[in-house]
């Protein structure tokens, strides 16, 4: 069952399957490879509700912990 | 012909251009926005190339002024442009997903392979022949930094352009083809122009890009506006998903099969030192140690550097000053506009080159390292308590240089809300010249720890005005969305580029405005109006500040350059020596009252230009009502501790 992006911890390998966010912050997701379906690490995530990092295809993605609460993922 | 650069960011874009343009190019605007690009000429072949480069982007798919204005420069250019797309070799698959984009509009195109070495370091190994038979136009391996395959690259370039060599077309899905089939038939029956690509077109129509669509609106009545949103939501109605989703998945998918069919990832990704840095420069307690102990290291160098250079030029300026005084002594009014104007270049001089300079050079080079990028990540929790995100640092951290180029980096804020309150804040933030005037009053006269205590004054006032700011306009933030760079050694070409464009901003905006502000000042002087500037303000001056009268003038001429505050309280005092007319309390309290009252003259000039008059004068009026408020609390409770 999918779970936020914020629920889980560093090393997990994801697959996002739902993105909550408005059109603007969307077409940012997406233009940057967070597209619904795409397998996703999470790394780094701060412990203070700041940004989570996810890495994918050797880049690496810096999401403002409000917005990431929006992203749902499944792992994999 | 036209050469246009379009990349991702972080693909190392301006680096060849650098390289192949080097510093005689210019920065536009895109008409009617303040997005830049930036052009310039070279000749090939005995033919003379106009090249530009437009903003890096991710995509096509629009959701910002930056991308807009970018889709639609490439969507209009003239026929014969050749597109240079840059892809970073080291993650091919997503830099793929704009370049099928950009072969969408079937216009002359040559792909580079930049950053090669980077991608030969992580073992993956890319067959561009293959590439080029796959995408139908010529691919160059090319190492920016080193200057590699950058001839042949150009060189490519022109020859596309005179053969026309267009991009293969890689065929969707068989519904998505179908609905490209009726569209096509629709454009043409309805004379939409060729030069908007078809393809694109529909495949923009499947975005719901509503910014591009809407040329569509003079040629489409409604009836064919219901027959296309019917078709879409045929298309959208199988996977159950919206057809922007759809869209941009085949396009990663077909990014990834090309990225499978030429490349080989021979070994797993070398792990270098780069790697181990973020476990550093992101650890959630020793990455702000790090952040604050390179911040305080950058601003103690700029410090020193122009602690040494600053009395030389002054000192100069002084000699030049005294000389016109015997020269021109009996012509006055010459003389008084005359030194008003050596003053101006004098007192730009002063600031340009002690601690504009290395302060913009540090900058670049903490912006290409692509360490910036890790301090928006750092202080992004701490920016969303005051309603803004991450990426607001970077103007705001320029203010403590100049507040000018401070309020031009606000462009890089997608939301106008944003960029409003990142503007405010940043005019808040006490510049160079300030700094003289915190440091010679406060730090002289009282101590360095209430100098010191005056930018922690100025913090909290900060994050109060941004809170108050973003609960007065709410807005759900789209938050922060930003890409991680790989660490970089900075090109000296890009480097240096970046720097003399953040100094031409001062030079041209600012400058002048400091030399009218000088020549004005000195004519007050000529035309003896000291006296009743000062009785005029002294009800605000002495009665509402409780400062001296004779301070009046001296605020008035902050206005016009910062720093002429402290310099000209010294003569308005008749005495350098301040504590003999004036409190401490009444120093801290005019300190106070300078640094964030009314932002100088050029400061305004560039608020109007990046938001607009009305959010200027907002912004002035807001910050010389703060100043009143700080001075006055100052005035009755500072006597309280002391």
Not at chain 2, 366 to 383: F, H, K, P, W
Not at chain 2, 419 to 438: D, H, N, V, Y
Not at chain 2, 564 to 583: G, H, N, P, Q, R
Request: hydrophobic fraction near 50%; aromatic fraction near 10%.
């Amino acid at each position: 069952m999918g779970k936020r992006l914020t629920s889980y911890k560093d090393g997990d390998r994801v697959k996002i399957t739902k993105i909550d966010a408005g059109h603007g912050a969307l077409i940012n997701l997406i233009n940057l490879g967070l597209n619904i379906g795409n397998i996703v690490e999470i790394g780094r995530k701060s412990n203070m509700k700041g940004p989570v990092i996810v890495s994918y295809q050797g880049t690496e993605v810096a999401i403002g912990y409000g917005l990431a609460t929006k992203i749902i993922a499944e792992i994999t | 012909m036209e050469f246009i650069l379009v990349g991702q960011p972080n693909c190392g874009k301006s680096t060849i251009f650098n390289e192949v343009v080097g510093y005689k190019s210019v920065a536009s605007n895109f008409p009617g926005i303040t997005v830049k690009y930036t052009k310039s000429h070279i000749e090939l072949e005995n033919q003379k190339i106009s090249v530009i480069d437009i903003p890096g982007t991710y995509s096509l798919q629009t959701s910002d002024e930056a991308e807009l204005a970018a889709t639609k420069y490439i969507l209009n250019v003239p026929e014969d442009a050749v597109i240079i797309n840059i892809l970073d070799a080291s993650v091919l698959s997503r830099s793929l997903e704009l370049t099928l984009q950009l072969m969408e509009l079937q216009k002359p195109m040559v792909v580079a392979l930049n950053m090669i070495d980077e991608a030969d370091r992580k073992g993956i190994k890319i067959d561009s022949e293959k590439l080029s038979k796959i995408i139908g136009v010529p691919v160059i391996k090319t190492n920016g930094r080193k200057g590699k395959g950058i001839f042949q690259l150009f060189k490519q370039a022109l020859l596309a352009g005179k053969e026309k060599t267009k991009p293969s077309i890689i065929k969707g899905p068989a519904n998505i083809e179908n609905f490209s089939e009726s569209m096509l038939k629709i454009m043409k029956e309805k004379r939409v122009p060729e030069r908007w690509n078809y393809r694109f077109m529909t495949l923009k129509l499947l975005e719901k890009d509503e910014s591009i669509i809407i040329f569509l609106d003079d040629y489409f009545k409604k009836r064919d506006w219901e027959f296309i949103n019917e078709k879409v939501k045929k298309i959208e109605n199988i996977p159950q998903r919206n057809s922007e989703f759809i869209v941009s998945s085949i396009r990663h998918n077909m990014a990834f099969q090309i990225f499978e069919n030429v490349a080989k990832v021979e070994r797993s990704i070398k792990k270098d030192i780069r790697d181990k840095l973020d476990n550093l420069f992101m650890h959630p307690f020793l990455g702000y140690v790090f952040l604050i102990s390179i911040l305080y290291m950058t601003f103690w160098l700029i410090f020193t550097i122009g602690g040494i250079c600053e009395p030389l030029f002054l000192d100069n300026f002084e000699k030049l000053s005294n000389l016109l005084s015997t020269k021109f002594a009996d012509i006055p009014f010459l003389l008084s506009f005359l030194r008003g104007f050596v003053q101006g270049i004098g007192g730009g001089i002063g600031i340009v080159i002690p601690f504009l300079l290395p302060f913009f050079i540090m900058l670049s080079l903490l912006e290409d390292t692509g360490y910036l990028a890790r301090v928006a990540y750092l202080i992004d929790n701490l920016m969303h308590k005051i309603g803004l995100h991450g990426m607001s640092v970077v103007p705001m951290i320029l203010g403590y240089g100049c507040t000018v180029p401070g309020i031009l980096a606000t462009r890089i804020l997608k939301s106008p809300r944003d960029k409003f309150i990142t503007a405010t804040l940043t005019t808040m933030i006490p510049c160079s010249a300030r700094m003289t005037i915190i440091f010679g009053l406060v730090g002289f006269f009282i101590s360095i720890k209430a100098a010191i205590l005056i930018y922690i004054i100025n913090i909290i006032i900060l994050g109060f005005t941004g809170k108050l700011m973003s609960k007065a306009m709410p807005e759900v933030s789209p938050g922060l969305i930003l890409e991680i760079p790989k660490y970089h050694l900075p090109g000296v070409k890009a480097l240096f580029n970046k720097t003399w464009f953040r100094l031409k901003e001062f030079i041209y905006i600012a400058w002048p405005l400091l030399i009218i502000g000088s020549i004005i000042l000195e004519l007050i002087e000529h035309f003896n109006l000291t006296n009743s500037i000062n009785s005029f303000l002294s009800p605000f001056t002495s009665g509402i500040l409780g400062l001296p009268a004779v301070v009046g003038v001296t605020l008035i001429f902050g206005i016009m350059r910062k720093e002429l505050a402290l310099i000209l309280l010294f003569s308005a005092l008749k005495t350098k020596d301040v504590l003999t007319v004036m409190t401490p309390a009444q120093i801290y309290s005019f300190t106070i009252f300078a640094t964030f009252y009314i932002p100088c003259i050029a400061t305004i000039a560039a608020l109007a230009r990046e938001l607009n008059w009305k959010k200027a004068g907002l912004i002035t009026g807001l910050t010389f009502l703060i100043a009143i408020i700080l001075a006055v609390l100052v005035r009755f409770i500072f006597p309280i501790f002391i």
